[in-house]
């Protein structure tokens, strides 16, 4: 079993920065791939990017890539977003999610653990 818990989250201006963190508590084997994902009001949850152990990989939705960045301390059991630049449709509780396998060509499919989301609020 792995619990993981986003911090971070908030209310921002268009074009200001927000970083997400997410702590892992667990088996490290279950957390190989760590990833996030958001839902905006009224629309189905969405891939925003997803990070290896020891960085073996790294992907990012096309919305999001060149403005948000995921890092990851692997001693920490800590994945972070970095946000940049952020939109109002950028709007969403962002869950962090965790498993032992990614599928780039669906990426929620072996995401087995998820944190209970933390809210994004970009407006003016």
């Known amino acids: 079993q792995v619990h993981l818990v986003e911090s971070g989250g908030g209310l921002v201006q268009p074009g200001e920065s927000l970083r997400l963190s997410c702590a892992a508590a667990g088996r490290t084997d279950d957390y190989f791939a760590m990833g996030w994902f958001r839902q905006a009001p009224g629309k189905n949850r969405e891939f925003v990017g997803a990070i290896a152990q020891r960085g073996l990989f790294l992907y990012y939705a096309d919305s999001v890539k060149g403005r948000f960045s995921i890092s990851r301390d692997d001693a920490a059991n800590t994945v972070h977003l970095q946000m940049n630049s952020l939109r109002p449709e950028d709007t969403a509780i962002y869950y962090c999610?965790?498993?032992?396998?990614?599928?780039?060509?669906?990426?929620?499919?072996?995401?087995?653990?998820w944190g209970k989301g933390i809210l994004v609020t970009v407006s003016s």
């Open positions: 999610a965790a498993g032992s396998s990614f599928v780039p060509s669906s990426p929620a499919q072996d995401m087995v653990y």
